[in-house]
Antibody
Framework: QVQLVQSGAEVKKPGASVKVSCKAS????????ISWVRQAPGQGLEWMGW????????NYAQKLQDRVTMTTDTSTSTAYMEVRSLRSDDTAVYYC??????????????WGQGTLVTVSS | DIQMTQSPSSLSASVGDRVTITCRAS??????LNWYQKKPGRAPKLLIY???SLQSGVPSRFSGSGSGTDFTLTISSLQPEDFATYYC?????????FGQGTKVEIK
């Protein structure tokens, strides 16, 4: 069965970086992109970007483009998402999700369990 | 960016009620619309993709309709496990914006 298992919770100081991992199993990793979505406390869902697990191409949300990097390691079927120069408003639960498609309509069909990142001095 | 606006922001309903949630896009997105259910402490769950296609394993009481700018998610008979927040999301272009969410609470 398809599973995405994320790394554990992190506490970081403002200005630091965090790297969250997402290990996939149960499907051919390179056949599906991975997207990252976050949810700040009491807020809605925010799309951060996605990465092709096939060729590493990325597309980031403009507001995060200067501070976020998404990568994959096909040898371990793991996706990574790094945020640099952390601020208090980066405090959120971060989710990875598998991107599936029907014709050209993309959707997120399987999700990781979420990783809480807390930014606090 | 395409703005997605859901209504209502919250609603109270009873078990067995028919519930309808609306999502409006700021421009036409054809059928590039997905619906997710989110419970506290749980990952989002895909319910409907491409406006009206039911994700495998999702109960048939959930249905989606619409195209262009106006979409609806309907729960035909609300069950106790359906109390959650529901989000629409467009996949017409990037950024893949979500609606602000509709919280379905117990009356």
């Amino acid at each position: 069965q398809v599973q995405l298992v994320q790394s554990g919770a992190e506490v970081k100081k403002p200005g630091a970086s965090v790297k969250v991992s997402c290990k996939a199993s149960g499907y051919t990793f390179t056949s599906y992109p991975i997207s990252w979505v976050r949810q700040a406390p009491g807020q809605g869902l925010e799309w951060m970007g996605w990465i092709s697990a096939y060729n590493g191409n990325t597309n980031y949300a403009q507001k995060l483009q200067d501070r976020v990097t998404m990568t994959t390691d096909t040898s371990t079927s793991t996706a990574y998402m790094e945020v640099r120069s952390l601020r208090s408003d980066d405090t959120a639960v971060y989710y990875c999700a598998r991107v599936n498609r029907l014709r050209e309509i993309f959707y997120f069909d399987f999700w990781g369990q979420g990783t809480l990142v807390t930014v606090s001095s | 960016d395409i703005q997605m606006t859901q209504s209502p922001s919250s609603l109270s309903a009873s078990v067995g009620d028919r519930v309808t949630i609306t999502c409006r896009a700021s421009q036409s997105i054809s059928s590039y619309l997905n619906w997710y259910q989110k419970k506290p402490g749980r990952a989002p769950k895909l319910l409907i993709y491409a406006a009206s296609s039911l994700q495998s394993g999702v109960p048939s009481r959930f249905s989606g309709s619409g195209s262009g700018t106006d979409f609806t998610l309907t729960i035909s008979s609300l069950q106790p496990e359906d109390f959650a927040t529901y989000y629409c999301q467009q996949s017409y272009n990037t950024p893949r914006t979500f609606g602000q969410g509709t919280k379905v609470e117990i009356k």
